[in-house]
């Protein structure tokens, strides 16, 4: 009901507005406000450039270098109708930054979010809300993305040549309402934008202090008209490469559980293990890692534009834009794995963290990593612009993009795991788990008959203690080594296979689309009508090595991922693990000193480097019958159709409001969208314990899939007003209020459940939801801006957003055909997480810029600061499973300092961002509903010089995270860590030649 008043509220108000445009375009041409504008642009710098690069002693601004793409953002800023940022090209292959992520952080309200491997900006937050919720597009038109998200992963954006950024706060009926976040406009050159002659070239070379290899990039642009310039071809190419090497420390989630009472014992007895005893309720680390990913990042782009202007009046474009990112990936780690029934000695705070334990018989495993996923895009457009008159214009634009992730299937995630210890069953071991059996009519008071026994060769009574805040310190890893000696972690004698985890996936996104635009403008007055259609299919399939397979050499079942596990005799295994390995396939140790700068705690002292394929090898070799391979996955399997017609209208209109200048922008735009979304489910029979590894637990399923195919529609009216008033020519006061709305990602409608992670004590799965509705968002804003001086301003914009049919991830407890766990001997219970559309939230905040030019100097400073909050926080103390947090929300800030003059340009950036809620849902975990991710406050600073030798050369260097950040995530409290990068810094230096 709410939201229905306020749809016919906004309507109403569009309906007057337009109402008064009728009525007023007598009052839009006085000749005040023409004077009034007159004063406003030259208030705002929008003044002939002079014909130098430097000031005269008459000139106002400066054209070229940082202070020219600062005044021509300003302007675009002023002159815009709603609230509107932007990042402009210094001229033509010189952008600000070099990731175009990195760039947009220097905006009020934007913050980035980072690939932690890689330690690179690979999307964006606009005033708390992530790559999910705005719209990325190039040229006004949609991107495919092949990873089912509507969010852009900004690596694979070339930066090179890119003319501006535009963010647009409040929403263009024109470009689309589909984001609560922003609209993102990529803006690329064209040969009509600079008529003549004009190249432009850059080369390059980075290195990454931990990598320490100098690695090339560069880059060519050419643009040329002729024929009277009525005809222009531009075409560029780039090739951009990033090594870095990482080390990071990882707990993929803390498990929600409760805990007997005699856990907090060095051993329990067989009495203790009564149902009415376990009530201790903590979280403790399903797993600890460290490892050392190798990253090598290539990036290759390219784009040719051809125009004709077969008339004064028309004007076709044709333009073709490809890009293809291989990313490869080595790695090297070890992990402990931990069972909560199974943890000892337990230290529990007041949140009921578990700060230390030990662990009877903990593995270490060494794992191997080779991989590497290739993103390819390519977006072909056409574009027809029309002056049919002196007042009325045509717009007609198509476009036709498919994005793959893998082309061809020829990705590859390529893990060997090997290591030495664990658990054996023995009716004469040491230690007593669970796994109990009760008699007939058991209470909860009533103790069991029996429970397993254990013995343990080589593991160690391995435990975990949490120092304090995840920001400082790391979890301390204890008790390690073969039979608990430390000398001998990294000992060749011991070890042996485990498992295989093999697979890949493919992901292709198409998107088709078509746009109509009729305008006519007269005077002060202007209208645009016009309509869209968007058709977008995602498909989506992988392999992998967690299911049956047939083994072509005997054709027998087998489940890849455990083929050759049990890590061998030394650790009192047999099954079909190979141990001890051949000394050939080990490559050295990395040393664990030191590993994550400004850290305190103790990690296990070095990490295996071994190649996964020697170990392949070997394995064939010992069981010529053995099979390595991974299979398609049938529950894998997703196609989503999404087709959305869209119709527009605006009216914007200048007239006084008493004696000041109004204009006012009156838009409404309505969306229908159609969604089909197909899969393929399996039935599950049955789970088994593996013979080679008792913690894991094996599904098998009826040989029959069966189809599924769901639909969806639904429609939505999204008005939006901007109204602004010069109270004086150099003061703008701002009033904007919308309704705009987000699509859920693809990948959330899938119409099947998939298994995820089967261990003891750890079921889980995840199921989709193909009946979601849009994120809705009843947007207000009001703003003043203060444009004092030419290139420089102050503001001050308030925001709000009232979101309803918000999207949550909850976790439910569900049995699957009468399943049996056999560690329980009771129907499995999974943990399943899906999605529903659930409770409304508010978001407010306010966000401050200041920009400011002094004089002739050449300094200048740019700073924003962003504060934000919402009503839905995440309850710590929440176990229910129905805990809800709106993401993304942080207070941010930015100060960019910078000299320009003499052909000398220097800038230092400083980036702050502090904790926020990142997502719902960790890697492991949800007992008590989708565990949070939240990150710890992060501070960089970035800088860049260069100087012009020449007109036509100039040299750079640039320098990303002086500081050596670190990025940290946590759980539901601050000494949860979940995720520490040291992504390193990273150094570029290179020339640049335009003419």
């Known amino acids: 009901m709410n939201n229905s008043i306020r749809s016919r509220m906004m309507l109403g108000c569009a309906s007057g507005i337009l109402a008064i445009v009728n009525m007023t375009p007598a009052m839009a041409a006085d000749s ?181 290899k100098v690695v090339p990039s560069g880059g060519l642009l050419v643009s040329d008209t002729f024929a009277d310039d009525t005809i222009g071809i531009l075409g560029d190419v780039a090739y951009t490469r990033h090594d870095t090497t990482t080390n990071q420390v990882t707990i993929p989630g803390w498990i929600g559980n409760y805990f007997y009472q005699c856990q907090v014992q060095a051993a329990c007895q067989t009495q203790d293990f009564t149902p009415s005893q376990k009530t201790l309720l903590g979280w403790f680390p399903q797993q600890v890692t460290a490892q050392q990913p190798t990253t090598k990042d290539e990036r290759v782009d390219a784009r040719i534009a051809v125009q004709w202007k077969p008339t004064d009046n028309v004007l076709i474009t044709l333009d073709d834009n490809f890009s293809r990112q291989t990313i490869h990936t080595t790695n090297s780690s070890y992990g402990a794995w931990f069972n909560g029934n199974d943890l000892r000695n337990v230290k529990l705070d007041s949140n009921g963290v578990v700060t230390d334990f030990n662990q009877f018989g903990t593995p270490m495993d060494f794992n191997a990593t080779d991989a590497r996923t290739i993103n390819q895009t390519n977006q072909f457009g056409a574009n027809l612009k029309w002056e049919a008159t002196e007042h009325l214009k045509f717009d007609f634009d198509g476009a036709y993009g498919k994005s793959l992730q893998n082309p061809g299937n020829n990705g590859y995630n390529n893990n060997m795991d090997i290591g030495y210890g664990g658990t054996n069953a023995d009716p004469n071991g040491t230690f007593l788990s669970t796994g109990c059996t009760y008699p007939t009519g058991a209470g909860p008071t009533t103790a069991p008959t029996r429970c397993t026994t254990y013995s343990s060769p080589l593991g160690a009574p391995t435990g975990v203690t949490i120092l304090g805040n995840g920001s400082k310190f790391l979890p301390s890893i204890h008790d390690v080594g073969p039979a608990n000696n430390i000398s001998q972690f990294t000992n060749p004698a011991y070890l042996g296979s485990h498992v295989i985890s093999n ?107 071994y190649s996964p394929y020697d170990v392949y090898n070997a394995l064939l070799s010992a069981f010529p019958n053995g099979y390595i391979g991974s299979t398609y996955n049938p529950s894998s399997l997703l196609n989503v159709t999404e087709k959305t017609w869209s119709i527009f209208m605006k009216t914007t209109f200048d007239t006084d409001l008493g004696t000041l200048p109004f204009h006012v922008s009156v838009g409404v735009r309505d969306e229908n969208t159609s969604v089909v979304s197909a899969g393929t489910g399996q039935l599950l029979t049955a789970l088994t314990v593996n013979s080679g590894d008792p913690t894991l637990l094996s599904p098998t399923y009826a040989p029959t899939l069966q189809p599924l195919r769901r639909t969806n529609n639904y429609n939505y009216l999204l008005p939006s007003i901007d109204m602004k008033l010069l109270i004086t020519p150099k003061f703008t006061l701002r009033l904007d209020a919308s309704r705009t709305m987000t699509r859920p990602a693809l990948t959330l409608l899938k119409p099947n459940i998939s298994l995820g992670t089967l261990r003891k004590g750890s079921l889980a799965a995840s199921g989709g939801n193909p009946t979601l509705a849009p994120y809705l968002s009843d947007n207000f804003d009001i703003a003043g801006e203060w444009y004092y001086a030419p290139n420089s301003y102050f503001a001050v914009n308030g925001f709000l957003k009232h979101l309803t049919n918000f999207i949550v991830g909850g976790t439910s407890t569900q049995t699957f055909n009468g399943v049996i766990d056999p560690n329980t001997n009771q129907p499995a219970l999974f943990q399943v997480t899906g999605q529903v559309n659930g409770p409304d939230g508010v978001v407010r905040g306010v966000e401050i810029a200041w920009q400011q030019v002094f004089g002739q100097t050449g300094f200048g400073f740019s700073a924003n600061a962003t504060l934000v909050n919402t009503n839905r926080n995440f309850n710590t103390s929440d176990i229910s499973g129905a805990a809800f947090a709106i993401t993304g929300l942080a207070n941010s800030a930015n100060l960019v300092g910078f000299y320009d003059k003499h052909g000398f340009e220097a800038r230092v950036a400083l980036n702050w961002r502090d904790s926020y809620l990142l997502q719902l849902g960790q890697g492991q975990g949800g007992t008590f509903g989708a565990e949070p991710v939240n990150v710890n406050a992060q501070t960089q600073i970035d800088a860049s010089v260069s100087y012009q030798l020449t007109k036509q050369v100039t040299i750079f260097g640039e320098a990303t995270n002086l500081n050596n950040s670190t990025y940290s995530t946590y759980g539901r409290f601050k000494n949860q860590p979940l995720d520490i990068y040291s992504y390193g810094r990273r150094f570029t230096f290179g020339a640049r030649f335009h003419y």
């Not at 976040?181 to 980075?206: M, Q, Y």
């Open 32 to 212: 005040s406000d023409a004077a009034g504008n007159a004063a406003a642009n030259a208030a705002a710098g929008m003044i002939q450039p002079p014909p130098t690069n430097e000031q005269s002693d008459n000139a106002a601004i400066i054209v070229t270098g940082i202070r020219g793409s600062l005044q021509r953002n300003l302007d675009l800023k002023r002159n815009a109708s709603g609230v509107v940022d932007a990042i402009s090209a210094e001229e033509v292959g010189k952008f600000p930054d070099s990731n175009v992520a990195s760039a947009l952080q220097r905006l009020p309200g934007v913050s980035i979010q980072r690939s932690g491997a890689r330690g690179d900006a690979t999307g964006v937050t606009i005033r708390g809300f992530g790559g999910d919720f705005n719209d990325t597009l190039y040229d006004g038109r949609h991107i495919s993305t092949a990873t089912g998200s509507r969010g852009v992963d900004f690596t694979q954006v070339g930066s090179d040549f890119v003319g501006r950024l535009s963010v647009y706060k409040t929403p263009e009926v024109e470009l689309g309402i589909a984001a609560i976040g922003a609209t993102i406009n990529v803006e690329l050159p064209k040969p009509f934008d600079r008529p003549g002659f004009h190249t432009a070239a850059s080369v390059s070379g980075s290195v990454q202090d931990r990598n320490g």
């Open 503 to 609: 697979g890949t996936n493919y992901f292709t996104d198409t998107v088709k689309q078509f746009k109509a635009v009729a305008s006519w403008k007269q005077d002060h007055l202007s209208l645009l009508f016009g309509g869209t259609y968007k058709e977008d299919s995602f498909h989506r399939e992988s392999t992998t090595t967690n299911i049956t397979a047939v083994n072509p050499k005997t054709g027998q079942n087998v489940n890849v991922f455990t083929e050759f596990s049990g890590y061998g005799t030394p650790s009192g295994r047999a099954a079909t693990a190979l141990a001890p390995l051949p000394t050939s396939i080990y490559q050295g140790t990395i040393s664990t000193a030191n590993f994550i700068p400004g850290y305190t705690g103790n990690l296990a002292p070095a990490i295996i480097k």
